[in-house]
């Protein structure tokens, strides 16, 4: 793995991400919207949003990342573009970083802009700090990222990466504890739902709104970043140079 060439390929992405605004505007819009419709829906309930908004901010940044990042890198293999990079001294493992270091920023300015929407304009209040609020926004865009890049290795047409959705992403909105404390679940779900990021990053929002800190902040962030850095690791090993 070379750094120069991880940087060329997140330059190259970035690039093309400038000449498409679309996905620029999905990014870095669409979780904003998503949380001010979510507040104005709560706008009457007094203290719902607040209870609530921080685990939307946890769950619309990471589906919006999972979703473009699969998308994007797919139609790269099938358009022949990474049989055609990995003719040259790439690497598998520069390409997955280069895409993963491209995306990473965006998904950093995406949550500074989805969590400066809902504090200023939906007034969302938390007791921890606000910069809190936000790399932990960060980290789990990350992880939607690394759950795409992921996604893509194994699917062959967009649709199908669309599908990995409800293996990937729905099952870690249902048990990540934002319907239900997690602790009021069956045993049997409270244990799988350990086992997905989700769950943890929910946490980790859930500390920062509560004002707590230490490992109950730390601990569950941790993990979400391990589970984003073994789905990096695991996607450079299985991509493949080409859909067939």
């Known amino acids: ?20 605004p679309r996905s620029i505007a999905l990014m870095l819009v ?9 507040a104005w829906l709560f706008s009457e309930q007094e203290g719902v949003f607040d209870q609530f908004g921080g685990a939307i901010l946890a769950l619309f940044p990471f589906v919006i990342m999972f979703l473009i990042t699969s998308i994007t890198t797919l139609r790269e293999r099938r358009g022949g573009t990474l049989e055609r990079l990995m003719a040259t001294p790439l690497a598998k493992a520069d390409f997955i970083a280069g895409y993963a270091l491209a995306f990473g920023l965006m998904a950093t300015l995406q949550a500074v ?15 921890g700090p606000i910069w809190q609020l936000g790399l932990v926004a960060v980290v789990d865009a990350v992880l939607g990222t690394a759950l795409g890049l992921l996604a893509s290795a194994f699917a ?18 249902i048990l990540g504890g934002l319907f239900m404390p997690r602790e009021d679940m069956p045993d049997v779900l409270f244990a799988i739902s350990d086992w997905l990021p989700l769950s943890h990053a929910i946490d980790a929002v859930n500390a920062v709104a509560a004002g707590e800190s230490g490992s109950d902040l730390w601990g569950p962030l941790l993990i979400v970043a391990a589970f984003a850095a073994g789905s990096l690791v695991l996607a450079s090993l299985t991509l493949r140079r080409r859909t067939p």
């Open 1 to 20: 793995m070379s750094p120069a060439r991880t940087l060329a390929t997140a330059g190259r992405v970035l690039r093309q991400l400038s000449h498409d």
């Open 30 to 38: 669409a979780p904003s919207l998503l949380v001010g419709l979510f």
């Open 113 to 127: 802009v989805t969590v400066a929407f809902a504090v200023l304009v939906c007034g969302l209040t938390v007791d």
């Open 156 to 173: 062959r047409t967009e649709f199908q990466a669309v599908q990995f959705m409800p293996l990937l992403v729905f099952p870690q909105i």
